[in-house]
């Protein structure tokens, strides 16, 4: 495995988290931990980044209000600072560790973020999760067309997760047809649950069979 290099998968929080709320609340290195002792998953390196937008000197130390994000969101919007952070740090740790492929995967609004530095960094991501997502027209991949120009296969395999209850859900499913239309193949994968933890976790156990 080593001479292989190792699968890296980043894992994008939502709104309201923080770098420590997919352990914290999600359990992420305790169920890669059990997958791969049962065999289920391949050992993997698992990066959590910090990708709030509150000004530093505002974030709460632990998860806070989604409400209050929600309210404030014109003024916390730092996407891109933080997806070229994240396209940075790629580079950081495929030139510090032994890697081979690359994934992405984030819930709610860190799965936007998340098709957003797939689509930044298409030469290097190779899957992408997104966990009830909220998603728009400008976050689709880009054409086949496109990519041939800038000599970029386009490879890059989508799994999207809805849940039955979710309040993103006709979402999620919106932007699976419009991947299609396009002429992508997306998987859509449908759990029961809300927007919610409980779905998460279920969306990163499945999420990790499949790299």
Excluded at 107 to 136: E, H, K, Q, W
Excluded at 167 to 194: C, D, S, V
Aim: hydrophobic share 35%; proline share 5%; charged share 20%.
């Amino acid at each position: 495995m080593a001479n292989d290099g190792y699968p890296v998968l980043y894992l994008i929080h939502g709104i309201n988290g923080y770098e420590g709320a997919w352990q914290e609340r999600g359990s992420a290195i305790d169920t890669l931990n059990a997958m791969i002792a049962d065999g289920r998953c391949r050992p993997m390196i698992l990066v959590m980044p910090d990708c709030s937008k509150w000004p530093r000197r505002e974030r709460p130390l632990k998860h806070y209000d989604l409400w209050k994000c929600l309210f404030h969101y014109p003024r916390l919007s730092r996407e891109h600072q933080i997806e070229h952070a994240l396209s940075d740090l790629i580079d950081m740790v495929d030139s510090t560790y032994c890697v081979s492929t690359c994934a992405v995967a984030g819930l709610s609004d860190g799965g936007r973020m998340a098709a957003n530095i797939a689509n930044l960094r298409s030469d290097r991501i190779s899957t992408v999760g997104l966990f009830s997502p909220v998603l728009y027209n400008d976050q689709l991949p880009a054409p086949d067309s496109i990519l041939s120009t800038l000599n970029i296969q386009h490879s890059t395999k989508y799994y999207i997760y809805i849940g039955s209850t979710d309040i993103f859900r006709p979402n999620g499913k919106r932007f699976h047809r419009r991947m299609t239309r396009a002429g992508n193949q997306p998987e859509l994968i449908r759990l029961k649950g809300g927007h919610n933890w409980n779905i998460w976790r279920q969306c990163l156990s499945n999420f990790l069979e499949k790299l």
